[in-house]
């Protein structure tokens, strides 16, 4: 059965408009509720499976992630490790038990786990002219174009945060922060500040 | 006053602009492109503070950040202490003193930001002297990622403090021209006031760059004033330059005595004039030129004296054509004066014609030769060689990935260091993977290279007076003369590195930028040994110091440490509760009603839910997911007990061990599938579980098919206890039946709330307070919706929520003990009382094979017991000793254990503790004491579990 989706309530609900005072020095929204799913499997051919289930072929290189269309709209799928990636459908509907029975029947009997974590983190976009200077601040990870093109996919600390950085569009300056949940408000906190000079710049 | 020694053209400097600056009370003005030094030599100030340990004056050495003595602390516009006047850049309004060697930190809140950011390059060039420029341009051609960073608030290096032609054009112009190509160039990075003080591992350096001090009250508060970059470059060029080197002679402390190529500085970067008439002491050519500069300003150069046989005889025919007279083969054996040089006493060395005079003078220019700046380069690890012509150590080796050009090498002249510059860009740019363009020619420099070499000399021969103190110093800041490098070889000491720390030479805030190839020097000379077999002291971060401000960042404030909240965050704060932190989290401690302690608030809390019902938010507990063929093994070998046998539907409660058999955490574990548990840990071990299982999975057990996933966030977790939860769960799981008969203690149900259109939930009962009671797990997303709900179905059984404090005290009240308040590393699963949680059974899992030890068997290990204080009023302190007699003995006083946990219970209508003791077991109804203050407090020994003991109220 599908969820109710009235009575839900995500991380960054109480800092939006904060978020959203950051541009055009930055521009930060939450998208909330999206359905993710952590998968663990190494078998070839159940990762095909998968794949084909979804409308997207799971990333063969690491530190990146593929994106594609299916039953399930868009769906991306990020390389967390050698045999662990995370499944997301960006479609508003829930769709945490279709894509997990769909997953599920990929994976068949091959060795693996599916595991809804839709909730363990949310997802912030990130954009703008200055959001390479701002990840900056608290990234190791080099994000210049030609070390981190389009459609990579790092997990890192960002500040102190753990987090996981999307390169959405490289050329555009688009980026996307998976965060855990309990670690949103303080990112935001530390996003708000990291843009203080940047706004005054631009003021 | 006005400026006296100020020129009236030259310099760096915007005469049009002054500047008002306040030093040891005292206006004066200066202008921008001003040090802090070279306007208080413009004023004729030359004094500057007090030696740390024996009160003399002490003034200005150098020109740049190794200088040792001109220390000074900041007041306005905010207090900072132990800067050198070299490395302030003047601004309008600030206010200083010299210092007696030490500061005061600001006793208020720094206003100011400070942060960090993160670069990456393929080839990083410290130093935009003239190597580092030619070395940037070359790679920077080459089309890679370059960052150029230099200490100074403009490029040049070197070159800002001479007036030299470059081919046909003046340096600077050749300057300026580089540095706009490099801005324009994209992919390049020129970070100017940035000083590169750490090289490490794998190219990372780091550098701090002073961003707004220069602006000083115009500082904007929302620009960072000091910013620690974190540089990662794939090849390194150190074009780091030299700093010069003093010579040691008796009284060479006193203001006025100068390093001679830092006068130069002052004079054609500052247009300053250090005195009025000065005696350049030297053992090489350079110092000829600064006094040839110097003269042509107006300086009147008595003599130089210069310690080689014979002078060089066309800067000596320079010098005489300006009325300098040149001494060969002579010393200056002292000086006089007090607050400022006054006088120079000067003498041949033995074998040399003359006599021993001495010349007035107001200032004592210095030059024993040049130490190339090998500081980063000795970080990265590139080992050093003694280079006896110049009597300092060169890099000794190559590096693969840092490369070093210009006069850190020992390079003398300006042409030879364009050229390395050039070679070193080029091999970094080709290493990093790019290939350079051809390259325009270098230009040729118009200064001719050293007639002859300099002589090395240490410290001028001769002792101080029988008696005297000896004044010859070698480290200006740490008052350490050559007496007290003769004391530690005299002690023995042969090494560097020990003279060092008994001297403490080095050690000042300018880690012997100037005094510590002299003390090489000294001591290879007092040990008759060759100096290229010594091994110099490691030079270490920082290069120059940095402010833990600095270090700190933006970390400081709510930022220090991250906060992590629950979704229900937000209904607690609104409800007014007091939080605990749990490692990283934010916890209800106590929800106070208005007007209620804790005491209070906590006994009502209690008493809620032993008589009624009350609701928890638990959703911190750590959740792991473990899907697989093999997980119902894997638990059985990482608890004590046996998981596999657990059916689908179930829970079971379980304790992990370390390989040492000590209790690490516990928690639950639900069986959802024949493939498929999921675990709870604690709070603060949600992290530590789970590398743990990653551990045993990855390195041991790699042939199991288990995998592990976090959970913990996904779900929010209330606990529903008390005699009326079932009420409350049946209002709000209208599909769930909660009957004792059809949903038992230890069994979970999946099941979907009554809360909008319909929330899944997963319903478990168990219960950590002994009372009827049901963990209600739905995702976060509706964690605060189903927390109102559950509220609301609560409010006709008056629902309290409760904090953690509660939890503990109901807990305890059942002897449940807690994981790191009842544990500490050294207690077993048996001293708690939990010997049917270790499986007698199965074949092995982590720990048993410790459960044998001898040291685990011993009847007097410390056990879980509970203690009732004779007075039922009487709270133990957490934490207090426990030992057996009514009066302490003399110590060593035999200590039998310590209170772990202490509360006043609701239920109990008393106080109670927990408490780890030797022997504890055997001990119940035992009488012993607790020291409170100067009390002893007598109390009983009972079992661990004080409240129902038969549980009967665990089925409502």
Not at chain 2, 923 to 936: A, F, K
Request: proline share 6%; hydrophobic share 40%; with cysteine.
């Amino acid at each position: 059965m599908t969820a109710d989706t009235s009575s839900r309530t995500s991380p960054l609900t109480a800092w939006a408009d904060r978020l959203a005072d950051l541009a055009p020095a930055l521009t930060a929204v939450e998208r909330p509720f999206l359905t993710q799913l952590t998968v663990r499997v190494s078998d070839p051919e159940a990762v095909v499976a998968m794949g084909e289930a979804l409308g997207v072929a799971f990333p063969a290189a690491p530190c990146t992630f593929t994106r594609g269309g299916g039953p399930f709209g868009d769906v991306e799928v990020l390389w967390l490790g050698p045999d662990e990636f995370l499944v997301v459908a960006r479609s508003e509907l829930d769709l945490r038990v279709p894509v997990e029975d769909a997953l599920r029947a990929a994976l068949g009997p091959a060795r693996g786990a599916v595991v809804d974590t839709s909730a363990q983190r949310t997802t912030v976009a990130l954009s703008g002219p200055h959001v390479r200077d701002v990840l900056a601040h608290g990234c190791a990870v080099d994000l210049h174009p030609s070390a981190a093109p389009t459609g990579t996919c790092v997990q890192t600390l960002l500040a102190r945060a753990g987090v996981i950085i999307q390169v959405v569009d490289a050329e555009a300056d688009m980026f996307t922060v998976l965060v855990r949940s309990s670690f949103a408000e303080y990112l935001a906190a530390w996003l708000s500040d990291a843009c203080v000079e940047y706004r005054a710049a631009l003021s | 006053m006005s400026a006296t020694f100020r020129l009236p053209t030259g310099g760096l400097i915007d005469r049009d602009t002054a500047l008002r600056f306040t030093f040891n009370g005292r206006s004066m003005t200066g202008h921008p492109g001003d040090t802090l030094a070279s306007a208080l030599l413009a004023n004729g100030v030359h004094a500057i503070g007090t030696s740390v340990r024996y009160g003399r004056p002490r003034g200005i050495v150098a020109a740049g950040s190794e200088d040792p003595t001109s220390l000074v602390q900041i007041e306005r516009p905010f207090p900072e202490p132990m800067l050198t006047a070299t490395t302030v850049e003047l601004h309008d309004g600030l206010v200083a003193y010299g210092l007696p060697g030490q500061g005061r930190l600001a006793d208020e809140p720094d206003p100011a930001r400070y942060d960090a950011k993160h670069v990456h390059c393929d080839v990083l060039v410290v130093g935009a002297g003239p190597a580092g420029l030619v070395a940037a341009l070359t790679a920077a051609r080459g089309g890679g990622r370059v960052v150029v960073v230099d200490e100074q608030d403009r490029a040049g290096g070197a070159l800002l403090g001479t007036r030299e032609y470059l081919g046909e054009r003046l340096s600077q112009e050749w300057v300026a021209d580089i540095v706009a190509e490099l801005r324009g160039t994209p992919g390049v990075l020129v970070l100017d006031r940035t000083t590169a003080f750490g090289v490490y591992q794998d190219g990372f350096v780091l550098a701090l760059q002073r961003r707004t001090d220069h602006l000083g009250f115009d500082a904007p508060a929302d620009a960072a004033r000091q910013r620690v970059w974190r540089i990662r470059a794939r090849q390194t060029v150190l074009a780091t330059g030299a700093h010069e080197r003093p010579v040691v002679f008796a009284d060479n402390d006193r203001p006025g005595i100068m390093l001679a190529g830092s006068a130069r500085t002052f004079l054609h970067r500052y247009g300053v004039l250090p005195g009025t008439r000065a005696v350049v002491f030297t053992t090489n050519d350079s110092a000829y030129r600064a006094a040839i500069d110097l003269a042509r300003a107006g300086l009147d150069v008595a003599t130089v004296v210069d310690a080689r046989p014979a002078a060089p005889s066309v800067l000596a025919a320079r010098c005489s054509a300006r009325g300098i007279e040149v001494r060969a083969g002579h010393v200056v054996t002292g000086t006089e004066g007090d607050a400022r040089v006054t006088g120079v006493r000067i003498a041949p060395l033995p074998g040399a014609d003359g006599t021993p005079e001495t010349v007035d003078c107001d200032t004592l220019l210095v030059s024993g030769g040049w130490n190339p700046v090998v500081h980063l380069f000795s970080q990265a690890r590139g080992m050093l060689r003694y280079d006896s012509g110049l009597g300092a150590f060169v890099p000794g080796e190559e590096l693969p990935t840092v490369r070093v050009a210009g006069s850190a090498t020992g390079a003398l002249d300006l042409t030879s260091c364009l050229r390395q510059g050039r070679a070193a860009g080029l091999a970094a740019a080709l290493a990093a993977g790019f290939a350079p363009v051809d390259e325009d020619e270098l230009p040729v420099s118009g200064e001719r290279t050293d007639e002859q070499p300099g002589t090395v000399m240490w410290r001028v021969p001769g002792e101080p007076r029988k008696g005297a103190p000896d004044t010859r110093f070698v480290d200006f800041q740490r008052d350490a003369t050559v007496s007290d490098v003769l004391r530690a070889t005299d002690a023995g000491l042969r090494s560097l590195e020990h003279v060092k720390r008994y001297t403490t030479i080095g050690t000042a805030h300018d880690q012997g930028k100037t005094s510590g190839m002299i003390t090489a020097g000294l001591v290879a000379e007092e040990l008759g040994v060759e100096l290229s077999e010594q091994r110099p002291t490691t030079f270490r971060p920082p290069y120059t110091p940095v402010s833990f401000a600095a270090l700190a960042g933006r970390d400081r404030g709510e930022l220090h440490d991250p906060v992590r909240v629950t979704a229900q965050h937000p209904w607690h704060v609104a409800r007014g509760a007091l939080f605990e932190d749990v490692g990283q989290w934010k916890r209800p401690w106590y929800f106070p009603l208005p007007g209620e302690d804790m005491d209070t608030a906590v006994l009502r809390e209690c008493r809620a839910a032993r008589e009624g019902v009350a609701l928890m938010d638990a959703s911190t507990l750590g959740k792991i997911d473990l899907q697989g063929r093999d997980v119902g093994s894997f638990l059985d070998m990482l608890y004590t007990n046996k998981m596999s046998s657990l059916k689908v539907g179930r829970i079971r409660y379980g304790v992990m061990c370390g390989v040492d058999g000590m209790v690490i955490d516990d928690g639950t574990v639900i069986r959802l599938a024949e493939d498929r548990f999921l675990v709870t840990t604690t709070t603060g071990n949600a992290a530590t579980v789970l590398d743990w299982m990653e551990e045993w999975l990855q390195t041991e057990w790699p042939h199991l098919d288990v995998y592990a996933t976090s959970v913990t966030e996904h779900w929010a977790t209330f606990p529903l206890v008390g005699p009326r939860a079932r009420d409350v769960l049946a209002g709000i799981a209208p599909d769930l039946d909660v009957s004792n008969g059809a949903f038992g203690f230890m069994e979970w149900r999946d099941t979907v709330l009554d809360v909008g259109a319909g929330v899944p939930a997963r319903v478990c009962r168990i219960s950590f307070s002994g009372e009827l009671a049901y963990e209600i797990n739905v995702t976060a997303w509706h964690g605060l919706a189903v927390w109102e709900a559950l509220m609301a179905a609560g409010e006709r059984y008056g629902i309290t929520p409760y904090g953690t404090e509660t939890m503990h005290v109901l807990r305890a009240e059942k002897g449940y003990p807690i994981v790191g308040q009842e544990t500490d590393a050294t207690v077993t699963p048996q001293d708690l009382g939990m010997s049917w949680a270790v499986s007698k059974k199965k074949a092995d899992f982590i720990g048993k094979r410790s459960f044998a030890r001898a040291e685990n068997t011993r009847p007097d290990r410390k056990q879980l017991v509970g203690l009732l204080p004779v007075d039922p009023q009487v709270r133990l302190p957490e934490g207090a000793q426990v030992v057996g007699t009514d009066r302490l003995p003399d110590p060593p006083v035999p200590m039998l254990g310590h209170v772990t946990s202490s509360y006043r219970s609701a239920a109990l209508e008393r106080t109670f503790a927990l408490a780890v003791v030797r022997s504890g077991r055997e001990r119940l109804g035992e009488t012993l004491y607790v020291p409170v203050g100067d009390d002893l407090v007598p109390v009983t020994v009972t079992e661990s579990v004080l409240y129902d003991k038969e549980g009967a109220r665990r089925d409502g």
